[in-house]
């Protein structure tokens, strides 16, 4: 008996071709699981830790009293994209005031405070957040952005924070880096 027959088969039962297909399919299974090759982002690469300063602001949270929930010196989990981030210390919290336009009989308008009863739970506030962050540099501009877990946060991200009593979408107003 021949190793090798006329139709192409190993001792007469396999075909070289799905021997080869048996081979391929192993070499990516031992690729995938026993060399998976280096770990991270893209993002991660040459970026040093620096202390950051993120200004977020939070439109309408419906809620009875936040100043109980929300305090200065509280640690809030930050989650980027449906991803956890990291953790953030709130620097401090600043309420603003709910006002309404109201237009005035010459045409002009003014700014005045909001008179609807439901808009005593809807509230305003803007949330400085204080983390260590890998910052990474654009080779081309030279312009330096924070990275939390792997997203670049830029002004006008949604951020979610997540802390012991609350859990809310804040939009990014501006990033500073502590130098």
Avoid at 62 to 73: H, N, Q, R, T
Avoid at 101 to 122: W, Y
Avoid at 148 to 155: I, M, N, R, S, T
């Amino acid at each position: 008996m021949a190793i090798l027959d006329s139709q192409g088969r190993l001792l007469g039962k396999l075909s070289i071709l799905d021997v080869g297909a048996a081979l391929v399919i192993l070499l990516v299974i031992f690729g995938i699981f026993f060399y998976p090759g280096t770990s991270g982002s893209v993002a991660q690469v040459g970026a040093v830790r620096k202390a950051v300063e993120v200004d977020v602001m939070v439109r309408g949270l419906s809620a009875v009293s936040p100043k109980d929930l929300i305090k200065e010196g509280q640690k809030a989990n930050i989650i980027v994209r449906k991803q956890p981030s990291g953790e953030a210390v709130l620097k401090s919290v600043k309420f603003l005031p709910r006002n309404t336009i109201v237009p005035q009989p010459d045409g002009s308008v003014k700014s005045l405070p909001d008179p609807r009863p439901e808009a005593v739970f809807s509230n305003d506030m803007i949330l400085t957040l204080g983390s260590n962050a890998q910052v990474a540099e654009d080779r081309a501009t030279k312009e330096r952005t924070p990275v939390l877990g792997g997203e670049k946060v830029k002004v006008g991200m949604p951020l979610e924070l997540d802390g012991p009593n609350y859990n809310f979408t804040t939009s990014v107003i501006s990033v500073r880096i502590q130098d």
